[in-house]
């Protein structure tokens, strides 16, 4: 996964979301799953290869965060937005007959 990390950062990537979103088999497979400690290896590997932002863990999304996601990678602090106007209303007027 290094190799990988390091290809995406020669890419131009910044950010980075790890995830594994999988049914546990029936039985488990040994090493079907990584443990949270794997996941927190990876975050490490990607944040020291040069990525901005990596979100690493077992039902991480790649919306996951997002917005703060954008925000640290782009060096400046995350602050939610919570008072956003309503969208104007962009459906077109019935024609009257």
């Known amino acids: 996964m290094p190799a990988l990390m390091a ?8 950010i980075l ?7 546990q088999p029936e039985p488990p ?5 990584l443990a949270a400690e794997e996941f927190e290896t990876l975050r490490q590997a990607g944040l020291a290869l040069g990525l901005a932002h990596v979100e ?3 039902l991480v999304r790649s919306s ?8 640290t990678a782009g060096g ?4 939610a937005v919570t008072d ?5 209303n962009t459906m077109p007027t019935p024609a009257v007959a």
């Open 17 to 23: 979301t790890i995830g594994q979103y999988l049914r």
């Open 56 to 58: 690493a863990g077992p």
């Open 76 to 79: 400046r602090p995350f602050e």
């Open 84 to 88: 956003l106007p309503a969208p104007p």
């Open 7 to 14: 290809d995406l950062v020669s890419a131009g990537v910044s």
């Open 64 to 71: 996951y965060h997002a917005a703060e996601q954008e925000a």
């Open 29 to 33: 497979a040994a090493g079907a799953l």
